[in-house]
């Protein structure tokens, strides 16, 4: 019997290779000096390439890897060496557009790093155990962005997504009182 399709990790690097935003589903790599080595030999082995316009694949210690550049960030996601590149690639364009949504275009380390809350949320969204949740950029992005409302703002400072969920969510304290 077949299992259903399952992420090792994700991974946002800077343009030196050092981490900005990462998620680790599996225990293949049991410490955090383990997690650096990884990283930092998937950087080495990625960073002459030129993954902006479209998704790369390529294998790395019997693991399949897919990234994408942007600006000075660059996108991965691992999987096993039997794992379907299409579903890879597919949660990688998924954080990829979503990230991009969220930063409102501007994909870049500074933007991120500002933005981290948003991205950590992104990650949530898209994986939980290495179990894949969603692919929808639109959706993560959605999900997100209604996670991160700040319900204390006036009305008039929210964007209209982020006024539905606070006037839901007072709904909702109204009926359970």
């Known amino acids: ?25 599996s225990d293949d790599w049991p410490t955090n000096a383990a997690k650096e080595a990884f990283e930092k030999a998937v950087f080495a082995k990625t960073q002459k390439t030129n993954a902006r316009a479209e998704a790369e694949i390529t294998m790395f210690d019997n693991y399949v890897v897919v990234y994408k550049f942007a600006q000075d960030l660059h996108f991965f996601v691992t ?4 794992e ?26 500074r933007e991120a790093l500002e933005n981290l809350d948003l991205i950590f949320l992104c990650l949530d969204e898209i994986v939980d155990g290495g179990i894949i949740l969603e692919t929808d950029a639109n959706v993560i992005a959605g999900k997100v962005a209604s996670n991160s409302v700040d319900s204390g703002a006036p009305l008039s400072e929210q964007t209209i997504s982020q006024a539905l969920a606070t006037a839901r969510e007072h709904l909702a304290r109204s009926l359970l009182k």
Do not use: T
């Open 79 to 82: 999987g096993s060496d039997n």
């Open 84 to 109: 379907n590149e299409i579903i890879l690639a597919s949660v990688l364009q998924g954080f990829f557009d979503a990230v991009g949504i969220l930063l409102r275009g501007n994909v870049e380390k």
């Open 1 to 25: 019997m077949e299992s259903c399709p399952a992420i090792k990790n994700i991974l946002l690097l800077d343009s030196e290779g050092k981490r900005v935003a990462v998620n680790y589903c």
